[in-house]
């Protein structure tokens, strides 16, 4: 398998000692879409300023497309595009001409550019908007100009970083559309960053979670979950949740892999049986205020890695 | 983990032949800003034609002085005009950074000093027009210039690098400072108080001692020395910095500072803008 992307041990300290980014190591598949999920401050934006070459590593190295990030760094540009998580436009520039401003910075042939631009702003619904400033667009039709700007050039490697942060439900929703069809439609790599757990399970083929700078698991986003089994037991407990999962593992009704966070209980049920898991709790002495069973989410496999609440914390 | 295979590379053969086209797309990108934008090729023009038109007459009658101190002065605006446009034209950096596109073109893959030149190639451009406009003013205001074709060679030599330093000191300013409110509050410090020391409205040598040796390091004293040199066939100016008798000499000797000026500061700016764009 080609690979579009490969980190090896990449790591950035900012001044003061902060450690943005540890050590990461991973590698994308060319026509990957691979995903960065963690809360905001953990090193996502940071890993993906090294891959575009706006911030410098403190150690370790990156490619993109066989070059280097730091020794390479305007051939690194030259084959990849990012759409940034806030609005980076010419406001009162028309959108056709933010258009045109990335062909050609990104040597695309006028007539070349021409084409793809009427071709993106058909795919994209934005055709009645080109001659328009930007200023009188509304949030998603900025951000959708914004991925056709950075298709423009065919970029190998787009960077899509928080897209959909800020955004309205609907407008939200609307761009989920369509990221997933770039996925179906071009075979572009596509790295993207975010801390929306639906975002990543629907449009990413592997995704990394990233906490504090570290990389905790990297799979396919059902392999992630398959690591919980099919079932869970989640149970919301009036007594000290830490010190009741001590004893649902010494009654051998939770395994390792079973968490507490704040008053709940997660138990992977894997091969055991959910009604007869749930009887056993309650003979055990349990005092919960709830207890349910469901499938296992994105949600619970970052819980059980970092020990925080994901959708809180971003 | 298996390296990318050589055929997945894209080959780069424009790169580094071509850098101009990506500088006029840059510049172009920068004027269609500019010209949405009023204050920009507005604003500084209303100080220094406010001097030549009102307040050089209103000096002239109140002091009793001669047609000649009207020119003076005149040509002394240029000393205004030039440090507050290139200021402005900062600000229109500070803007990019905080909002508009500035990032997208960090990502492209051209070098990055280009950003610097292009913005330079405008506020060079914008200022240029107002001069000419501020001079056409002041000669229909019946304002006499005595300008040969060697003199105005030493005008625009000297106007045009001086520009240049001025927008590298815009640059380097505008990479320094967190927000546009910030970079406006230091603008008078680095545009206006250097005016009033420079000779711009009387000579030098009327300043106390200190500060007429003062005045003599500022890189304005010898543009506007070029300037009056260039413009009035006027040489006293040079000569009360350099004290010397062959103009000639006297007027390569400032353009030499004005250089080392404009060298100075446009490498501190392309530098520092450097140091910002990638943390």
């Known amino acids: 398998m080609e690979l579009a992307i490969e980190v090896n041990e990449l790591a950035k300290t900012y001044p003061g000692d902060v450690q943005a980014v540890k050590a990461i190591s991973f590698s994308v598949n060319a026509g990957e879409v691979f995903g960065l999920l963690g809360p905001n401050g953990a090193g996502k934006s940071t890993t993906v300023g090294m891959l575009t070459t706006t911030i410098l590593p403190s150690s370790g190295s990156a490619q993109l497309i066989g070059y280097d990030v730091v020794r390479q760094a305007r051939e690194t540009r030259s084959v990849s595009s990012v759409v940034f998580q806030e609005p980076v436009v010419d406001r009162s520039l028309s959108g056709r001409r933010n258009l ?10 006028p007539t070349e550019a021409k084409a793809r631009m009427d071709e993106l702003a058909h795919t994209l619904g934005l055709t009645d908007l080109l001659e328009r400033p930007l200023s009188t667009y509304s949030g998603g039709q900025q951000r959708r100009l914004e991925i056709a700007r950075a298709l423009i050039s065919r970029p190998r490697v787009l960077f899509l970083d928080e897209p959909t942060v800020g955004l309205d439900p609907r407008i939200r929703a609307e761009l989920l559309d369509v990221i997933a069809g770039l996925r179906d439609r071009t075979s572009t790599t596509i790295l993207l960053t975010t801390h929306y757990l639906d975002e990543a399970e629907r449009l990413c083929d592997r995704l990394a979670i990233i906490h504090e700078g570290t990389i905790v698991a990297l799979d396919s986003p059902a392999a992630l979950r398959a690591d919980l089994g099919e079932k869970i037991v989640e149970l919301r407990v009036r007594d000290n949740a830490q010190r009741t999962l001590e004893l649902l593992r010494e009654r051998g009704l939770a395994g390792e892999d079973a968490f507490s966070v704040g008053a709940t209980i997660t138990l992977p049920l894997h091969e055991r049986r959910a009604p007869e898991t749930i009887t056993a709790i309650e003979e055990a002495g349990v005092r919960s205020a709830a207890i349910t069973t469901r499938e296992p989410t994105l949600d619970d496999v970052y819980l059980r890695l970092t020990g925080g609440q994901l959708s809180a914390a971003a | 983990m298996t390296a990318a295979t050589p055929e997945l590379v894209t080959p780069l053969p424009t790169i580094a032949r071509e850098p101009f086209r990506p500088l ?47 020119a003076f002065v005149a040509t002394g605006t240029i000393g205004l005009l030039i440090p507050l446009n290139t200021m402005f034209a900062g600000i229109s950096v500070l803007v990019d950074r905080e909002s508009g596109a500035q990032r997208e073109l960090l990502a492209a893959p051209i070098p990055r000093a280009l950003l610097v030149l292009a913005n330079l190639i405008v506020a060079f451009a914008i200022t240029a027009l107002q001069i000419a406009v501020l001079l056409a003013v002041a000669r229909a205001r019946g304002i006499h210039f005595d300008v040969t074709t060697t003199s105005l060679l030493w005008f625009l030599a000297a106007g045009s690098i001086f520009t240049i330093g001025m927008y590298g000191a815009a640059e380097t300013l505008a990479a320094r400072v967190p927000r546009t409110e910030e970079y406006i509050g230091r603008v008078p410090a680095i545009a ?11 000579p030098i040598n009327a ?10 390091l500022l890189p304005l004293t010898h543009t506007l020395a070029l300037v009056r040199y260039g413009l009035l066939n006027d040489p006293s100016s040079l000569h009360n910095i350099w004290r010397m008798h062959n103009t000639t000499t006297m007027a390569a000797l400032s353009l030499l500072v004005v250089v080392a000026f404009a060298a100075l500061l446009t490498t501190a700016g392309i530098r520092a803008f450097s140091r910002t764009a990638v943390r």
């Not at chain 2, 050089?56 to 001669?66: F, G, N, V, Y």
């Not at chain 2, 206006?192 to 009387?202: Q, R």
């Not at chain 2, 106390?208 to 003599?216: E, G, H, I, M, V």
């Open chain 1, 100 to 109: 045109e401003i990335h062909a050609r910075l990104w040597r695309v042939e």
């Open chain 2, 24 to 70: 006029a797309t840059l510049a172009h990108r920068r004027l269609q800003l500019s010209a949405r934008t009023p204050r920009e090729l507005v604003v500084p023009l209303l100080t220094p034609i406010l001097f030549a038109l009102v307040i050089a007459p209103a000096l002239k009658q109140a002091l009793h002085t001669s047609a000649a101190y009207e």
């Open chain 2, 192 to 202: 206006i108080v250097p005016w009033f020391l420079a000779g711009s409205l009387f």
């Open chain 2, 207 to 216: 300043l106390p001692s200190f500060l007429t040796w003062f005045a003599r």
